[in-house]
C-alpha cells in the first residue's frame, strides 16, 4: 500500500523533516498581513501610554488630587484628545478578523481625534512656547518641569506615532483588500 517512490520512498529519503520545503509555504500577502498587525499592536500600545499619560495629567487636574502648581491644569486641547481612545479600539477589534470596517472606522476616527487635537494643540500652546524661549518664563509646570516642554514632547512623540499607525493600517488594509479581490476572483 505503501509507494516507494518521491520524497518518502525507499532509503528513509524525507522522513527527517526535509521535504517540507517543496511542499509548504506561506502566501506573501499572509505574511505582510501578519507583520503589519504585529507593527500595528506596537504602535497601539504606544499609543495607549501616551493616552494614559494625558489622561492622568486631565484626571489628577480635575479632581484635585494634587497641587496645581505640582500638575498644571490641562490644555484645552487635551480634552478633545482622551477620544482617541476610540480609534484605539477600533483598530484593536479590527486586527483579529481582519475586519475591514473596523480598519477604515479606526483611520478616519484618527484623523479626527487623534489628529486634529495635536495640531490644535501646537497652535495652543505655541504662544507659551514662544514666551518661555524668548523669556524664559513659564507659567504652567508639570513635576517641576516647564508644562509646555512637557506637552512639546508628548505631542511629537503622539504624532509619530499616529503617523506610522495610519501608515501601516494603510497597507494592512491594502493587504486585506487585495486578498478580499483576490478571493472573489476565484
Known amino acids: 500500500m505503501t509507494s516507494r517512490v518521491g ?3 525507499a532509503g528513509g529519503v ?3 523533516g526535509s521535504e517540507f520545503k517543496q511542499r509548504e509555504r506561506v502566501a506573501p500577502h499572509y505574511q505582510m498581513s501578519a507583520s503589519l498587525k504585529l507593527e500595528v499592536r506596537k504602535l497601539n500600545l504606544v499609543h495607549l501610554v501616551v493616552w494614559l499619560l494625558v489622561a492622568a495629567q486631565v ?4 479632581f484635585d488630587l494634587v497641587s496645581h502648581d505640582t500638575v498644571s491644569i490641562p490644555y484645552q486641547w487635551e480634552y478633545p484628545y482622551l477620544l482617541s481612545v476610540l480609534p484605539l479600539l477600533c483598530s484593536s477589534l479590527s486586527l483579529p478578523n481582519n475586519n475591514i470596517s473596523y480598519l477604515v472606522l479606526s483611520m478616519i476616527s484618527a ?3 487623534s489628529v486634529a487635537p495635536l495640531i490644535y494643540g501646537g497652535m495652543e ?6 514666551q518661555l524661549y524668548r523669556h524664559g518664563k513659564a507659567y ?3 513635576f517641576g518641569f516647564s508644562a509646555v516642554t512637557v506637552m512639546y514632547v508628548i505631542m511629537v512623540i503622539a504624532v509619530q506615532v499616529h503617523a506610522w499607525q495610519l501608515y501601516y493600517m494603510k497597507k494592512l488594509l ?3 483588500f487585495n486578498t478580499t479581490q483576490e478571493k472573489k476572483k476565484k
Open 140 to 142: 504652567r509646570f508639570i
Open 174 to 176: 491594502d493587504s486585506w
Open 111 to 113: 484623523g479626527l481625534f
Open 14 to 16: 524525507g522522513i527527517n
Open 7 to 9: 520524497p518518502r520512498g
Open 125 to 130: 500652546m505655541f504662544p507659551v512656547a514662544q
Open 59 to 62: 484626571t489628577v487636574s480635575h
